[in-house]
């Protein structure tokens, strides 16, 4: 597609309940990031595949926050039991690789506003 | 620890009037530093990356300038359309291609 695309736009969750975030990334694009960000506050990264294998998930805050992409195109973050802090923007980004992202960096979505009551 | 800093956190400005955006940074080694433009409701939109102390890349108002310890973004002659947030973030030498934000600075540009 002609951007990353995010899916649902908002989500509103009772506390407790399991949420599920996609993201279709740019077609082609190998490198695909999770970030978090809190009203006011700059991204927080999350997660980072590259392709179907996730590098890195250092930045997931607890076992309750999961992410898989098992096909190396779309990317699903799901977080369970979910708490009132867990309220953020979710954003998924792409990218074509290592060296691509130093030139352009990662094009963003625009993000799903999740709000936890 | 690496760490990224913003200054200010919000930039009132009449249109016409020039100023910098201030972005320092402590990190074990720098791969690369990044300015983002983010419009509210939006991702994060990229418009530069510096990789080496003394480098400077223009994009129409805007230059971005780096050294060892801090970048800035010069805004000149703003116009109500460059209104928004900047984020500065970097990728540190060793990581994942991760990006570390800073807080970001509002800018409000105003006719």
């Known amino acids: 597609g002609a951007g990353v695309s995010q899916s649902p736009r908002y989500k509103v969750a009772k506390r407790g309940q399991d949420v599920a975030l996609r993201c279709d990334p740019i077609s082609g694009h190998v490198s695909l990031f999770w970030y978090q960000q809190a009203l006011g506050q700059g991204p927080e990264f999350l997660t980072y595949?590259?392709?179907?294998?996730?590098?890195?998930k250092s930045g997931l805050p607890s076992d309750r926050f999961f992410a898989e992409r098992p096909e190396g195109s779309v990317s699903t973050l799901k977080i369970q039991r979910t708490q009132q802090e867990d309220s953020a923007v979710y954003l998924c980004?792409?990218?074509?690789?290592?060296?691509?992202?130093?030139?352009?960096?990662?094009?963003f979505g625009s993000g799903t506003r999740l709000t936890v009551v | 620890e690496d760490q990224v800093t913003q200054s200010p956190e919000a930039l009132r400005l009449q249109e016409g009037e020039s100023s910098s955006l201030n972005c320092s940074y402590t990190v074990s080694g720098l791969r690369g530093l990044f300015w983002y433009r983010q419009d509210p409701g939006k991702g994060p939109e990229f418009l530069f990356t510096l990789y080496s102390a003394g480098e400077e890349k223009e994009k129409e108002r805007l230059k971005a300038t780096l050294t060892k310890k801090e970048s800035f973004l010069h805004i000149t002659a703003p116009k109500p359309e460059d209104s928004a947030t900047y984020l500065c973030?970097?990728?540190?030498?060793?990581?994942?291609?991760?990006?570390?934000f800073g807080t970001g600075t509002l800018l409000a540009v105003q006719p």
């Open positions: 980004a792409s990218s074509l690789g290592g060296g691509e992202i130093r030139r352009r960096g990662y094009t």
């Open positions: 973030a970097v990728q540190v030498s060793g990581a994942t291609n991760k990006l570390i």
């Open positions: 595949f590259q392709n179907e294998a996730q590098l890195d």
